[in-house]
T-cell receptor
Framework: DADVTQTPRNRITKTGKRIMLECSQT?????MYWYRQDPGLGLRLIYY???????NKGEISDGYSVSRQAQAKFSLSLESAIPNQTALYFC???????????FGPGTRLTVL | QKEVEQNSGPLSVPEGAIASLNCTYS??????FFWYRQYSGKSPELIMS????GDKEDGRFTAQLNKASQYVSLLIRDSQPSDSATYLC???????????FGPGTSLSVIP
């Protein structure tokens, strides 16, 4: 089984809808991250968390919120989706004392 | 705004040649540097990390770091078609809590 999983893998939604993307990990890592990837722009950080009580905004947090329900789970919400949030979303984890990012398989989100 | 820049490519090299990928970064206090490989439709995976000036070799891959010039590169020797992917340069901020990714360079190895 994959160490970092994301659900759903693909989602098409309409403008104004609320949507949640979920990330789970079995690696026992404390640090978790949410990125979005757009063609030509690389990976941009949305939110990151060091533990369930420590959540931080990244460079593009507007329009997004997160919840760290447990060490193993980190969810990203779009309260009112808009078309320019159409992108590929990745969750990543990092273990203590290391700096290697382990990525989930990604969620392809389309907002119509 | 801290930045990491890469040539977007595509970079095309013949099979067996050396592929050279370049990256520059703006934050002088950056400490850790990474190269991730991303196949089309897949998630990024780490292939090299480097922390000190100079070269670091791992199989066919060599990472080169020059902090004075704020430059990091990746050389792929004996390039194979399976190396065709997008290569993302990433730089860790001093606080070690997050990285900044470049836009990626698309590499195509022609058989």
């Amino acid at each position: 089984d994959a160490d970092v999983t994301q659900t759903p893998r693909n989602r098409i939604t309409k403008t104004g809808k609320r949507i949640m993307l979920e990330c789970s990990q079995t690696k026992g890592h404390d640090r978790m991250y949410w990125y979005r990837q757009d063609p030509g722009l690389g990976l941009r950080l949305i939110y990151y968390s060091f533990d369930v009580k420590d959540i931080n905004k990244g460079e593009i947090s507007d329009g997004y919120s997160v919840s760290r329900q447990a060490q193993a789970k980190f969810s990203l919400s779009l309260e009112s989706a808009i078309p320019n949030q159409t992108a590929l979303y990745f969750c990543a984890t990092v273990g203590q004392g290391t700096d290697t990012q382990y990525f989930g398989p990604g969620t392809r989100l389309t907002v119509l | 705004q801290k930045e990491v820049e890469q040539n977007s490519g595509p970079l095309s090299v013949p099979e067996g040649a050396i592929a050279s990928l370049n990256c520059t970064y703006s934050d002088r206090v950056s400490q850790s540097f990474f190269w991730y490989r991303q196949y089309s439709g897949k998630s990024p995976e780490l292939i090299m990390s480097i922390y000190s000036n100079g070269d670091k070799e791992d199989g066919r891959f060599t990472a080169q770091l020059n902090k004075a010039s704020q430059y990091v590169s990746l050389l792929i020797r004996d390039s194979q078609p399976s190396d065709s992917a997008t290569y993302l340069c990433a730089v860790n901020e001093l606080s070690y809590d997050k990285v900044i990714f470049g836009p990626g360079t698309s590499l195509s190895v022609i058989p």
